[in-house]
């Protein structure tokens, strides 16, 4: 069954599916535009909390001027903390790079074999990271990894979009927007990106 059909037998989505159409939820970003690994990927990731997009990727692509191309754990460490800075990074945002980079670098985390790894167990490893919380991960595992089945319940968009959607009196708690989207199992990452569209706008 396609994605949007399953989504569709909640009367709720099959209504926002004939207002905004189905979303391609690994269409945000133009093909290759995180980079050939998933390091390079998490590296935008990180940069991207609490920022927009365009910014985000200004401050990326400094990155990858400076480091001579995608970056890398090696090219993240060899430029430190005051070349990142350079870039634009704010004080926290660059620690949290020079973890990602010690880490992979080391050993302890393995970003480029992930695909052997559930969703839950991605996310604890990736939150294992200075920085990086289960949003940044969901996110991660959405655009990234290409996994099909992530709600990022604690999205300010996502639950403002079941508030509005769903006509209810206030903004729902993460609990009650995970139970709600039980049902759209194995498809919830399609939710995530219908939810994104009505709230937000194409």
Known sequence: MRPYDHLAGDPVLARLIGEVGEPDPYAWFSPGRFGPTNFSGMVLHVVSQQISTAVAFTFFDRIKAAAGGFPTPESILAMGAERLRACGLSGAKTAYLLDLAH??????????????????????????VKGVGVWTAQSFLIAQLHRPDVLPAGDQGIRRAVERAWQLEGLPSIAEVRARGLPWAPYRTYAAALLWRFFYGA
């Open 103 to 128: 880490r992979q670098a080391d050993g302890l985390l393995d970003l480029e074999n992930l695909a052997g790894l559930g969703d839950d167990e991605v996310v604890k490893t990736l939150t294992e």
